[in-house]
């Protein structure tokens, strides 16, 4: 186990040093000069030149490079050319909106994929286990966009009972403020994605219920339901594990849209505008954050699929 926690680990070093090389590069294909914008709209190439070489951007790429990720690994983003404040400052100030988004919203994908999953596998067949199976498709095709529409028509137009946009000025000093706010974006992510999860626990569940010790639990007198529910969960339970961190990524890129929609002070909203400000240290810092927060998760997934899987103890 210890040795391939260390083997995950290095791989996860590696691909983190990947997406650094290809962020950076990428940022440096995108349209727009940054000196420029600095510098301002009627300022001469001599006074760009002077930006470029006081922020380092008349040297060789792979120089700025280095700079860059020497900084990373010593926990420094860098500094915003905008406003000059510390990205790490930044991202610790909008994560206090996002990771609870993502947090509510995870739960309640969760909450909504399992019991339904399981009761349309065990109700195939019957009007309500095919209800439950069409309901899910229709909302998996949803666009996330116009399911926050919608229920900002229903819970804060119509019925008025969660704000439609914003987030306190205080954070999270009144938290039942707080939370209110983050409640309504949270079941946009959450429906949709649930609804997709809802899917894959239907189509583990019915799988379990064919493998040998499930159908020797109902030959020894329990009945089908029962076996399920007592055998074969677990196995289901590990299948679901592993698309969890699958659903973190689409949990972060509905965060990014739902942050443009509710108004959210997060960083998915900080990052649009930063990419049209053209202010590269934060959109790199910020777009290595969340890559190596799907990694980092993905990485967590393995090593607790490999501790509660003996089947995969025992390949090795």
Known sequence: MIRYALTRFALLLLGLLVASVLIFLTLRVLPGDIAHLIAG???????????????????PLTEQYFEWIGGV?????GTSLLTGTSVVQELAQKAQVTV???????????LIS????????????????????????????????????????????????????????????????????????????????GAMLLRFVRSATLQAVGLDFVRTAAAKGLTRDQALLRHGLPVVGLSVITVLGLQVAGIIVGAVVIEQLFSLPGIGRMLVADVAARDLPKVQGELLVLTGFVLVVGFVVDLVHRMIDPRQREAS
């Open 41 to 59: 709209v009627g300022s001469t190439p001599e006074q760009q030149d002077a930006v470029r070489e006081r922020l380092g951007l008349d040297r």
């Open 114 to 193: 399992g019991p339904l999953g399981v009761l349309s596998a065990m109700r195939r067949g019957r009007a309500d286990g095919t209800a439950l199976n069409v309901g899910a498709q229709a909302l998996a095709a949803v666009p996330v966009v116009w399911a926050g529409m919608m229920l900002v028509v229903v819970f804060a137009v119509w019925l008025g009972w969660l704000p439609a946009q914003g987030f306190p000025r205080t954070g999270w000093t009144d938290p039942w403020t707080a939370l209110r706010a983050l409640i309504l974006p949270a079941l946009t992510i959450g429906i949709v994605e």
């Open 100 to 110: 609870p988004l993502g947090i509510l919203s995870l739960l309640i994908a969760v």
């Open 73 to 77: 690994f010593r926990g420094d983003l």
